[in-house]
């Protein structure tokens, strides 16, 4: 997707080596761009065979009654997939033979999955398409600090509006 910018955020963001999903968010830097964005990365996902679910909700920030930017969660405006990935085991080869019923010197590839085993999983990926205007704030929050709408276009910045010390993301607990 020329000229669109994805961001790691949520836990691994902060410095988790593990947890039940993965956040991404997608944006533009020219405002407007990231329009589509979402549908595109899908069709690209589902083409690749990599989706085996995904719910969609479109984007109503700028419709929230309050006002852009002061509903009870600005983050819950956005566009946004939640989704479940199909992703190849990348174990080291003695596994995979022993979760593989293999015959002989016969090539893993050729074998039925064991019963109770597969050679991919199943990992909770979620997507979030923000306005660039809006991505420091997005980027805060699907981080782990949900605060209050903010215009400002860098986690730095939104620290300093608050009179707060920025803390890296690794330094974050949600």
Known sequence: LPGAQVTLAGGFRRGKTS??????????????????????????????????????????????????????????HFETCFSIFKLTNHSHPED????????????????????????????????????ISQFAFALLGWTGSKKRYLRASSEQEIFAHLGLEYVSPSGRNA
């Open 96 to 131: 995979t033979k022993r979760q593989l019923q293999v015959k002989g010197d016969q090539d893993p590839a050729q074998v039925q999955v064991a019963s109770g085993s597969r050679p991919w999983r199943a990992v909770r990926v979620d997507l979030v398409v923000s306005p």
């Open 19 to 76: 947890g039940h999903d993965a956040d991404f968010l997608i944006t533009h830097p020219i405002e407007g761009e990231e329009e589509g964005l979402l549908r595109k990365v899908i069709a690209c996902l589902e083409s690749r065979g990599l989706l085996l679910y995904h719910q969609t909700t479109r984007n109503s920030y700028q419709e929230a009654p309050q006002g852009p930017g002061r509903p009870s969660s600005s983050m819950d």
